[in-house]
């Protein structure tokens, strides 16, 4: 292929996006004026829809009036589709009657039909049955004027009118049903971020006000028995209270960012819960009163956005149902750093209420099961129950995606 061939590639689609941007009045003008001059030009001009088969009539005024008239109102075909179709049928009808020669603006009968059947927004069956009656009419009318033609002549362009209308009706039904999908399309996707949105505020309120309720209850605990001490629980509530306020400013900040608003503030990035904030997390359930145990096996390498999320949210639940079943047994998380996996264990001792992480609802689930479901999303798996002797436990393997330097 020529390098000018290449050149004029970018340049013809570019002009194409450009012209389908285009107001559809001005489209439908070009359109119009483009019929109009064609139906003046020799070697088209009688080329075009003809029934009447009458002794031609010399061209005079009336005949270009009616010409023009099958032309000119194609300009608001999509605007007003019926009175378009109406005008346009109208002149065709006198112009066959009247006898004068066929020219290409005959045409515009079918662009009408098209139009009407594909444009048409009410009453779409009143301009079938008042076309349908027209032609009858017509018909009528050009036998008794001595046309040629017989039933099956008017039958067979009939057809070809039905099938402009036909045309113009599939258009119409599939732009209908596509405007249909992108609708719920998007209250999916409505959906979507709403459960998204639901298990988020789940994850950071519920772990933080849970964290709270247990440091303020030992707080209280230590006014009346270790005065001294009291100091260290308000500070350790107000410390999970501040945490909270950070994580919730994140997640209205993600809510309100669109476009390149979002990806313009990368430091919001480096606000976003992640695994190397997990120590912070440890050391608040620590402070709540929860004995936790943290291993990291494995050499950390920093992952995407959705997976560093996700495995914090699965340490971040662990721990909340830890202090909210089982408070004061001993916890254990694990993190080992493979280089296709990250797998977490979280694990609880004592006998206790055990939370399992069931089947997502229609919502997307909450808590274990808005994480299972989160999981799944980036092609990993979350196991959570009870363990033989007590206790439970909760397994994560989250496929590695790390960012590229």
């Avoid at 290409?104 to 009408?112: D, I, P, Q, R, V």
């Avoid at 459960?195 to 709270?212: N, Q, Y």
């Amino acid at each position: 292929m020529s390098r000018q061939a290449t050149w004029s590639l970018p340049l013809l689609r570019a002009s194409l996006d450009r012209w389908r941007e285009r107001d559809a009045l001005l489209k439908d003008g070009v359109l119009a004026l483009t019929l109009t001059l064609l139906a003046f030009v020799p070697p088209l001009s009688r080329i075009g829809a003809q029934i009447g088969d009458l002794p031609e009539r010399p061209t005079n005024v009336l005949s270009v009036g009616l010409v023009l008239a099958q032309t000119v109102p194609l300009a608001v075909r999509r605007r007003w589709p019926a009175a378009c179709l109406a005008v346009v049928a109208g002149a065709f009808a006198v112009h066959q009657a009247l006898g004068f020669a066929t020219t290409f603006a005959s045409m515009g009968l079918y662009l009408a039909l098209y139009s009407a059947a594909a444009h048409q927004v009410r009453f779409r069956h009143g301009p079938v049955v008042v076309a349908s009656a027209g032609y009858a009419v017509l018909a009528v009318v050009l036998d008794r004027l001595g046309s040629p033609n017989s039933l099956p002549d008017y039958l067979a362009f009939s057809l070809a009118l039905a099938t402009a209308w036909l045309v113009g009706s599939m258009v119409r039904t599939r732009r209908t049903e596509e405007a249909e999908r992108r609708r719920l399309a998007a209250e999916v996707a409505t959906a979507t971020e709403r459960a998204r949105i639901a298990r988020e505020l789940h994850d950071v309120v519920t772990h933080h006000v849970t964290a709270m309720v247990v440091q303020a209850d030992a707080a209280q605990f230590l006014l009346t028995s270790a005065p001294e001490r009291a100091g260290e629980g308000l500070t350790a509530v107000s410390d999970t209270g501040r945490r909270a306020l950070r994580e919730l400013r994140y997640l209205l900040g993600v809510l309100e960012a669109t476009g390149e608003a979002a990806s313009a503030e990368p430091a919001g990035v480096g606000r976003a819960p992640a695994l190397g904030r997990v120590g912070d997390l440890i050391e608040q359930t620590r402070r709540s009163g929860q004995p936790v145990e943290f291993g990291e096996q494995g050499e950390r390498r920093p992952q995407g956005v959705d997976v560093e999320l996700a495995a914090y949210r699965v340490v971040q639940e662990s721990l909340t149902n830890a202090l909210k079943y089982a408070a004061g047994k001993p916890t254990r998380v694990h993190l080992r750093h493979g280089d296709e996996h990250i797998e977490i264990v979280v694990t609880t001792d004592g006998p206790a209420a055990v939370p399992v992480a069931r089947k997502p609802g229609p919502e997307g689930g909450r808590g274990l099961a808005g994480l299972r479901a989160r999981v799944r999303l980036l092609d990993g798996e979350l196991e959570a129950g009870p363990r033989p002797g007590g206790g439970f436990e909760v397994r994560a393997t989250i496929p590695s995606k790390p960012l590229q330097e």
